[in-house]
């Protein structure tokens, strides 16, 4: 079991900047591949960035590359979302998650936080 809890979200204007993290419990969080995902009101939840067990290949939605970074510390139990030149269109609620396949679809993983806030103003 796994439990995830994100922090970090908050209101900012445009071009701005935050770093979401997510804290995992559990001694086997080296062994999990770590996805953000986001929900903006009446959309579905969509893919933003994963990274595997291992740091090494990361990917992202076409939408947030160069301006999004995410990372892991596996002796921190921890992955972060490093997000620069944030736009109004990146407000959603966002959410990383957990899972034992490296994939961009948000079915295949299997531990969910609750959810930051990220709100972008114009």
């Known amino acids: 079991q796994v439990q995830l809890v994100e922090s970090g979200g908050g209101l900012v204007q445009a071009g701005a900047s935050l770093r979401l993290s997510c804290a995992a419990s559990?001694?086997?969080?080296?062994?999990?591949?770590m996805g953000w995902f986001r929900q903006a009101p009446g959309k579905e939840r969509e893919f933003v960035a994963i990274i595997p067990s291992i740091e090494s290949r990361t990917w992202y939605t076409d939408s947030v590359k160069g301006r999004f970074t995410i990372s892991r510390d596996n002796a921190k139990n921890t992955v972060y979302l490093q997000m620069n030149s944030l736009k109004p269109e990146d407000t959603a609620v966002y959410y990383c998650a957990a899972g034992k396949t490296y994939s961009t679809r948000y079915r295949a993983y299997d531990y969910w936080g609750q959810g930051t806030q990220v709100t972008v103003s114009s």
């Open positions: 559990g001694r086997t969080f080296g062994s999990f591949a």
